[in-house]
């Protein structure tokens, strides 16, 4: 198995281990699009890197960004916070598009406990 594979399937692993959870599964899927190079499934291989810390890492974030009880937060930019964590960044994956689409999501801080 390459290591495109090997990085796919610790994904796919980490998805799974909580197949209710949709969060997750939406970041997951979006990393496991990431994985087009050797270089960029290293990076998601590395040991310390998990899908979970970088939801942890995510939610973080968004925390810093709540005005009242809930943060607006566009999907393209916790794509990003993502994609940052695992160190696929737009040079390392030149098939990323420069701009997504412009989607928000209106979210609760309660929605990810």
């Known amino acids: 198995m390459g290591k495109i594979e090997e990085a796919i399937k610790k994904i796919n692993t980490e998805i799974q281990k909580d197949p209710k ?5 939406l970041v997951g899927e979006h990393i496991i ?4 190079t050797e270089e960029a499934a290293e990076k998601v291989l590395k040991e310390e890197k998990t ?3 970088a ?5 973080n974030r968004a925390r810093k960004q709540i ?5 607006v937060i566009e999907d393209a ?14 040079e390392a ?3 990323t598009p420069a701009e997504a689409p412009k989607k928000g999501v209106c979210v609760k801080l309660e929605d990810f406990f």
């Open 33 to 36: 699009d990431q994985i087009t």
């Open 55 to 59: 939801l942890t890492g995510i939610e």
């Open 93 to 95: 994956n030149p098939q």
């Open 67 to 71: 005005t009242g009880n809930h943060a």
């Open 21 to 25: 959870n949709r969060y997750l599964a």
């Open 77 to 90: 930019v916790v794509y990003g916070w993502a994609r940052e964590y695992f160190g696929l960044t737009e």
């Open 51 to 53: 899908l979970a810390r």
